[in-house]
């Protein structure tokens, strides 16, 4: 019969069936009905897809998608290393005050972060204004609208889930294998590169996949530092669903979303070390 | 140590201290400027002036603070409600579709926040609940997304808790209620505070959701703040910023005074 447990999760259970998994089905399935003259129909189709895919406006706004995730995802895993590698090592009495600080960020949503961000890069910000009392251009540069300001600011926005997760991976690592490995004749580099690196893969992939996943949906930084002329799916999608109200085509981007984001979980899950636990 | 044993460690401290630089600069350039007595958001400052954080506080921007505040309170004491149970049934009970309802549980975070909040308006537009998006619709999606860190906080002090306390507090003669109220409760209470302090804050620093479920009286002050960028860099946006990073840091520390939070951030691993 029913036992005890049944009662516990049957209530939340409900509520995300409702409110998680049944509007994100119905994003997926709009994404393959027609609509006219912004309503939607009950016929399916795939024309949705060949639109979005088909028109050179879309497709850089995809490529960009990626392009961007994929570069998030290395500089995050590539900073986050050294970093939580000298958190989980180091014998500072300020240890505790140090992961703090590097997790602290995670306070900030990410229009504060980006904020800051415009005023640095900006053609009247704070980097053009240092170069050019150094005299090391002669007129100021636009770094931001662009596509590598996205990429910065995101890599900002993503490096403390990448601090997190390379600090579980690491932590799981014997000092003693380092002891050994410079005992036995290696210097400290050869050791990290020979000994840590192999062992902290995981993490690795896994912050590089995690920060990938991130920022392909992120919004507000492509929104604030890419504008109209770096647009990506994210920003697409929002001018669709709340600007042009055209559901279908705001889905189909939701769903191309959606895919990758779970092509890219599959990957965490096969090798990332990540198991489904809670 | 001999020399070349300690140089590594040094040029390691260098790029650490780099990653300090470049993770809090922006952050602190944001507060900086907000204290700015021109009218453009540069740094350094043209001089020193609290007339942005004064404008910070008109009556408009102050209602979407309290909105804020309430809507993140309230999904955090909401999501240590409906996540109290379901961290129980899934920490204590094995059976078929448990990693399914784990799936489901920690869905939220994995899938894309934006399309769920696409999802969601949908929704709410079918079936006519929230015809107008406001307060309504943002709990409810805001519930959904800070769900998760609720159900894995709790879940993390529920694992360190020893099954037998429950026998042992059985074999005196508590009965489940009282089981469950004098005996789980207070033992696990650090996590659900925990819980629901991640809750808050994954609430109060929403955009993808939000910026899809608020309406134009009902709108979290990320978004607000978003939706004025457009118009420009104004220095009250930078105050307000300020404000939206100052109140959960406030929270935590209020927090950390009684619970150790250090044992939630990244979790132990499980027996």
């Known amino acids: 019969m029913f036992g005890v447990h049944w009662i516990l999760i049957a209530g939340p259970a409900l509520f995300l069936l409702l409110f998680f998994v049944f509007p994100n089905a119905l994003l997926l399935s709009a994404s393959l009905l027609k609509s006219e003259n912004q309503v939607l129909t009950s016929k399916l189709t795939l024309d949705n897809f060949g639109f979005v895919l088909s028109k050179a406006h879309y497709q850089r706004a995809i490529l960009r998608t990626f392009v961007v995730g994929a570069s998030v995802g290395l500089l995050v895993a590539i900073i986050s290393l050294p970093i939580s590698y000298f958190l989980i090592r180091t014998t500072s009495r300020f240890k505790g005050v140090l992961i703090t600080l590097s997790l602290a960020p995670l306070l900030a949503s990410v229009v504060v972060r980006t904020y800051g961000w415009y005023v640095i890069l900006d053609r009247f910000g704070f980097v053009n204004d240092v170069l050019l009392n150094f005299s090391l251009i002669e007129e100021r540069i636009a770094f931001i609208p662009s596509t590598g300001g996205i990429i910065l600011g995101l890599t900002h926005a993503l490096l403390p889930y990448g601090i997190l997760t390379n600090l579980a991976a690491l932590s799981s690592i014997n000092p003693n294998l380092e002891t050994a490995s410079m005992s036995l004749g290696e210097n400290r580099c050869r050791t990290f590169f020979r000994v840590v690196l192999p062992l902290s893969m995981p993490g690795l992939v896994a912050s590089f996949l995690l920060a990938f996943s991130i920022s392909i949906s992120a919004y507000a930084t492509p929104a604030i530092l890419g504008g109209y002329a770096s647009r990506t799916i994210a920003t697409h999608i929002y001018t669709f669903i709340m600007q042009v109200l055209d559901w279908s085509l705001g889905a189909t981007f939701g769903a191309i979303l959606i895919g990758f984001t779970v092509f890219i979980l599959v990957l965490m899950f096969r090798f990332g070390g990540r198991r489904l636990e809670l | ?271």
């Not at chain 2, 002050?221 to 404000?243: M, Q, R």
């Open chain 2, 1 to 271: 140590m001999s020399l070349p044993s300690i140089r590594p460690w040094t040029w390691l401290k260098i790029t650490v201290g780099l990653t300090y630089v470049f993770m809090l600069a922006p952050i602190l350039v944001t507060i900086v400027v907000s204290f700015n007595a021109g009218t453009r958001s540069v740094f350094p400052p043209e001089g020193w002036s609290l007339r942005w954080w004064y404008e910070a506080f008109s009556p408009e921007w102050q209602s979407a603070i309290y909105l804020t505040l309430g809507l993140s309170s309230t999904t955090a004491v909401l999501c240590t409600v409906v996540g109290l149970p379901l961290a129980f049934g899934l920490v204590r009970h094995r059976f078929p579709g448990r990693k399914l309802l784990i799936l489901l549980v920690l869905g939220p975070l994995l899938l894309p926040t934006l399309a769920t909040g696409i999802g969601l308006l949908q929704v709410f537009h079918w079936t006519g609940i929230f015809e107008t998006v406001g307060f309504g619709s943002l709990l409810v999606g805001h519930v959904v997304i800070s769900l998760p860190f609720a159900v894995r906080t709790i879940s993390v002090s529920l694992l360190g808790l020893p099954a037998n306390v429950e026998a042992a507090a059985a074999s005196l003669g508590a009965n489940r209620i009282q089981i469950f109220w004098q005996i789980i409760l207070p033992l696990i209470r650090n996590g659900l505070v925990a819980g629901a302090l991640f809750a808050f804050i994954h609430s109060f620093t929403d955009v993808n959701l939000s910026l899809f479920l608020s309406g134009p009286a009902a709108a979290p002050i990320t978004v607000k703040i978003l939706g004025f960028l457009e118009f420009g860099f104004a220095p009250t946006l930078a105050a307000l910023s300020a404000i939206s990073l100052i109140i959960p840091l406030l929270v935590v520390l209020a927090v950390q005074r009684t619970t150790r939070l250090g044992d939630f951030v990244y979790a132990p691993k499980q027996p």
